[in-house]
T-cell receptor, first 111, second 114 residues
Framework: SQQGEEDPQALSIQEGENATMNCSYKTSINNLQWYRQNSGRGLVHLILIRSNEREKHSGRLRVTLDTSKKSSSLLITASRAADTASYFCATDARGAQKLVFGQGTRLTINP | DGGITQSPKYLFRKEGQNVTLSCEQNLNHDAMYWYRQDPGQGLRLIYYSQIVNDFQKGDIAEGYSVSREKKESFPLTVTSAQKNPTAFYLC?????????????FGSGTRLTVV
């Protein structure tokens, strides 16, 4: 079952620019999470935003959540080559007690 | 350091063979999960367990089996009934059954059918 859908599927920007990725989902949620995956590795948890929150920051990351539109965005400011990875959003449909992941956005930072 | 250990990192399976992927965590997490990832794709849930001696099927459980005899361990067996097992397998855990906390992932096992 696919809950989250990321957009765009792939994004390529220059080092130093900001990167924005979007996630849309279908059902009511308790929280939405963002993860990063470097090629061939496991996922790393970046940030969790609860359904009653609208914005959250962590270092160079800024996440917004609009529950009326069932969408979220992840902004990475001042991108670095080390940010090159795939980024996934994940949601827990209310009562489901498990995360469902989207297809991911492949981000490439060009030096 | 606490974390999740998956082994082996690479695994080759012959047609008709069962293989078992190991997942061990020392985080004292209640819930554990197995996901499958195909190239360029997202994660699909195979099985999950929220308490010892109990587990539930995910979205693609056919051809797989699990056990949860210890809190720390959640092995996944890929049986011969799984017709297309070549994929990257990821194990994850989280503090409790609510999905209100971030998941910790292992580094994955890449399974190839030869």
């Amino acid at each position: 079952s696919q809950q989250g859908e990321e957009d765009p599927q792939a994004l390529s920007i220059q080092e130093g620019e900001n990167a924005t990725m979007n996630c849309s989902y279908k059902t009511s949620i308790n929280n939405l999470q963002w993860y990063r995956q470097n090629s061939g590795r496991g996922l790393v948890h970046l940030i969790l935003i609860r359904s009653n929150e609208r914005e959250k920051h962590s270092g160079r990351l800024r996440v917004t959540l609009d529950t009326s539109k069932k969408s979220s965005s992840l902004l990475i400011t001042a991108s670095r080559a080390a940010d090159t990875a795939s980024y996934f959003c994940a949601t827990d449909a209310r009562g489901a007690q498990k995360l469902v992941f989207g297809q991911g956005t492949r981000l490439t930072i060009n030096p | 350091d606490g974390g999740i250990t998956q082994s082996p990192k690479y695994l080759f399976r012959k047609e008709g063979q069962n293989v078992t992927l190991s997942c061990e965590q020392n985080l004292n997490h209640d819930a554990m999960y197995w996901y499958r990832q195909d190239p360029g794709q997202g994660l699909r849930l195979i099985y999950y367990s929220q308490i010892v001696n109990d587990f539930q099927k995910g979205d693609i459980a056919e051809g797989y089996s699990v056990s949860r005899e210890k809190k720390e361990s959640f092995p996944l067996t890929v049986t011969s009934a799984q017709k297309n097992p070549t994929a990257f397998y990821l194990c994850a855990s989280t503090r409790d059954r609510t999905a209100n906390y971030g998941y910790t992932f292992g580094s994955g096992t890449r399974l190839t059918v030869v």
